[in-house]
């Protein structure tokens, strides 16, 4: 059981590119979080899903969308990277009875 | 989602019970309380949770206060393994509620 995959593991960016963070997991969970964490604190919610086709806006969702096909996969893309969003970001699925698992992460510098 | 608040850091001997303390005075009657940690470079891992009675499992055990207004996280015996960052969160059981992170306790343990 792979349980959350995040790829990729490392990205440094230019001002301005783009990308998209992989979030994979294969343990049928409805919900899925995306998260970004910098250094010294806690996590912070970008966007969320409760099922394929629905997703909402968390805390910190400026900068960042996100999309919900399937079930299994729930991608963030940055259409415009700064600086400011130089942090880890992290993917991560509900269990409601037992409790959330998280990928390992994913570490990107804009430059 | 109700604060919860933690020591900052605290440290430990290995070998030694470990007992991490969360205080939550406004936590509400369909509020869960569940512990994660987040191991160096790792993304954050599910410990246990529970309501209203002590729980215990495989990783630590975790004791609830009567009146649900503060809880403690054990670890029976630290290991150099368990340094990590704490976090306690309030959550609801069901519907989509979002982890809510603050700054946790850093255990450092000694060997």
């Not at chain 2, 206060?65 to 029976?76: C, F, G, M, Q, V």
Request: proline share 5%; net charge positive; with cysteine.
């Amino acid at each position: 059981n792979a349980g959350v995959t995040q790829t990729p593991k490392f990205r440094i960016l230019k001002i301005g590119q783009s990308m998209t963070l992989q979030c994979a997991q294969d343990m049928n969970h409805n919900y899925m979080y995306w998260y970004r964490q910098d250094p010294g604190m806690g996590l912070k919610l970008i966007y969320y899903s409760v099922g394929a086709g629905i997703t909402d806006k968390g805390e910190v969702p400026n900068g960042y969308n996100v999309s919900r096909s399937t079930t299994e996969d729930f991608p963030l893309r940055l259409e415009l990277a700064a600086p400011s969003q130089t942090s880890v970001y992290f993917c991560a699925s509900r269990n409601p009875s037992r409790g959330d698992t998280f990928g390992s992460g994913t570490r990107l510098t804009v430059v | 989602d109700a604060k919860t608040t933690q020591p900052n850091s605290m440290e430990s001997n290995e070998e030694e019970p470990v007992h991490l303390p969360c205080n939550h005075s406004t936590i509400s009657g369909t509020d869960y309380i569940h512990w994660y940690r987040q191991l160096p470079s790792q993304g954050p891992e599910y410990v246990i949770h529970g309501l209203t009675s002590n729980v215990n499992n495989r990783m630590a055990s975790l004791a609830i206060a009567e009146d649900r207004k503060s809880s403690t996280l054990i670890l029976h015996r630290a290991t150099l393994r368990d340094a990590a960052v704490y976090y306690c969160i309030l959550r609801v059981y069901s519907g989509n509620t979002p982890l809510v992170f603050g700054k946790g306790t850093r255990l450092s343990v000694i060997a």
